[in-house]
């Protein structure tokens, strides 16, 4: 292993992280779960810090760390959602972003051709706004503050809005990328 399989092996790591902090969330060890989820969160700016800073960026690496930001950001709120910490419906949204992305990136993929995995300015900020969300009320768990239904909404609302637009960039990105390749193709 060299330093530059480290933003790999991070993400890896956090990957791996997934199942103990569901099981923590499932048994309400909010405590344990939010110093694994916090963990869990600063890795992700770890591994991306080191792959850009060090130029250690690798086609693995780009499926890597949104697939682990995916599995841990689902699964924590799933079971957030499941046990009514949030909103069901926030909790929608965020899979029904994540279901379109990927089916889009399939369509893309199948239609187009082999497309870079490549964030947004907007993704990256709904992934931050989702990470903070989520570290925010596993804290208040861990700590026994009991969130108001007002805060819930706002943080919630914040959430959905950054989710919303995040899918939204990556409809038009794609599919403007899509429409420009159709054309190129046939000499238009």
Known sequence: MSPRDLPNLISLLRILM???????????????????????????????????????????GSILDPVADKLLLVSV??????????????VAAIIARDLVIFFGALAYHYLVGQFELAPSFVSKLNTLVQLLYGVGVVAALAVGINMTADSVVIGSVIVLITTALSGLDYVWTWGVRAWQAKHIRHGE
């Open 77 to 90: 709120y799933l079971i957030l959602g499941w046990e009514s910490h949030v909103p069901s419906w926030l």
């Open 18 to 60: 997934v199942a103990p902090v569901v099981l923590a969330l499932l048994r309400q060890e909010f405590g344990i779960a939010f110093a694994l989820f916090l963990l869990a969160a600063a890795s992700d700016g770890l591994d991306g810090y080191l792959a850009k800073r060090f130029n250690w960026t690798s086609r693995l």
